[in-house]
C-alpha cells in the first residue's frame, strides 16, 4: 500500500493503550479516528492501581509461577484462580505460559520491559507537562512489602535482577520502613523500595486525555462497536461498525481483553487470556499511606490518590466475565492488617467493587507490532498487569510503526505472531 501523505488510522479500543495510540498518532500528523464500543477509559483502564512501575520487569511467566498457582487453585480465597471449563483457546494458553515460565525467559525479557517502563514514565512527565494535564503523576516510588521468609527471599532475588539492570533498590527492616512512611505501623517483616517507581489516577488520566486528544482533532466514537473488518486483499480496508464502515489506511487493534475474538475473524491466533481483578476505593480515608504499596504474598496493591485509597489485586482466568467474587474482594482487603497493623479494613464497603479485565499474553509481554498476513493492521494489546506501566511507551511505538520510522526499542519480543 502506498502510505497516502495523511495516513488515516483507525484505532480500535479506548484503553489507555488505545488513547496513548491515538496521542502519539496524532502527533505526526496523522488524521486520527478512535472507537471504542462503550465509553472511553472506562473499561480495564479505570480502577486499576495506577501504578508506572519500571520495578516490574519480571514478566508474569517466571519460575515457580505454576507450582504456586496450582496451591492457589485450592484455596478459595486465594489471589489466582482459573474457571474450570473447556476451551481450547485456555487450553493453549496455558501451554504456551507453562513453557513460557523460565530463568530464560526472565533474563531475556527484563531489558526490554525495564527499558519500556522507563521510556512510558519519561513519556508520561513529558504529557503532563508539555500539554498541561493534571493526572495525580507522583514519583514517590513504591514499597514491596513481605511478611514470611519465602516472599523475603523472592523479593531479594528480584533486588539481585536489579542491580544487574542497574534499577535503585533498598531493602529495609521494619523500622526503615517506618522511617519513610511514618504515619504507618508495619506487622510484616520487611519490604523493599523501588524509588524509581511512579503513579498516576487512572480514571484522570483517561478522562483528561480524552479531552485533550478532542481538542487536537482526533475523531472520538464511544458506543461504536467494531464488528468486523472489510478487506481488501491482505489489507484491511475498513471497520464494519453499526450501519457503516470506517475507512482508513492503518488499524491499530487496542481492544484490550477483546482483541484476540476480533481478529479471530481474520484467520489470526493471538493468545491471549481475560485476566479479572478487582478494586475498592476508600473515599476521603482517615488514614493513608504516603507510598503505594504490594503486599508481596497476597498479590495486593495498595494506590495513595490526592483524595482516596484504592485496594487492588486478585488474578482470575474466567474469559470475558466481569462478575464479582465477594470472597475474592473480602480477601483483598482481609491481607491489608497482616502488613499495616493500624489500617483497619474492617469496615470498608464491599458493594461498589470494581472489576476490570486485563489481557493477559501467555509470556508476560505485550503485542506490538505489524500482523505478518494483515500488514497495516497493528497490535497494541497484551499487556496484562502493565498496561499503565508501558502504556505511553507502547503509544510512541505504534506512531513509529505506523510512520514507518526506527522504533526507539526493538520490537522482536512483541511480535503479535510470535506463537503461529
Ligand atoms: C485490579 C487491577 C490493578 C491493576 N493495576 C495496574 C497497575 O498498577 N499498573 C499497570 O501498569 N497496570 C495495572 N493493571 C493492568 C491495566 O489496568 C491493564 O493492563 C490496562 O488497563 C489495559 O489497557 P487496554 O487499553 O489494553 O485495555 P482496556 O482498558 O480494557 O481497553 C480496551 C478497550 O477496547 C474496547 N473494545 C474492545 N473491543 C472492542 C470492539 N470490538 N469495538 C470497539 N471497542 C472495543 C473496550 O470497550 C475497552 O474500552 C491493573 C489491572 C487490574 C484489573
Redesign the pocket.
Known sequence: MALRSVPRVVI????????SAAYYARKIGAEVTL???????????????????PS?FVPLAHPGVITQGLKWMLDPDSPFYIRPRFDPDLFAWIRIFRRMSTDAHVRASMYILRDLAQATLGLFEEIAQSENLAFELQQKGLLMLYNSEKGRRSNLKEVDLAEELNVKTAVLDRSGLETLDPGMEFRCLGGVYWPGDA?IA?ASFMEVMGNQLETMGVTVRSS????GFSLSGKEVRGVEIPGGVVEGDEFVL??????SS?VKRLGIRLPLQP?????VTVEKPTLTPILPMILSEARV?I?PFADSLRF???MELAGLDLSVTRSRVNAILRAVPRYLANVDTSGVRREGA??????VSPDGLPYIGRFRKIPNLIA??G?????????TGTGKLVAQIIARDRPFLPLAQFQPDRFS
Open positions: 480500535i479500543g479506548g484503553g489507555i493503550i488505545g488513547v472507537l471504542d464500543m462503550g465509553e472511553i477509559g472506562r473499561a480495564c483502564s479505570h480502577g486499576n492501581a495506577g501504578y508506572v512501575a516490574h503513579h487512572p461504536t462497536p467494531v464488528l487496542a481492544g484490550g481483553s477483546w482483541s476480533l485476566g479479572k481483578g478487582y478494586s496493591a494506590t487492588g489485586g486478585t470494581w472489576s476490570g479485565l486485563r489481557p497494541a494489546t499487556h496484562a498487569m502493565l498496561g499503565v506501566t508501558l502504556a
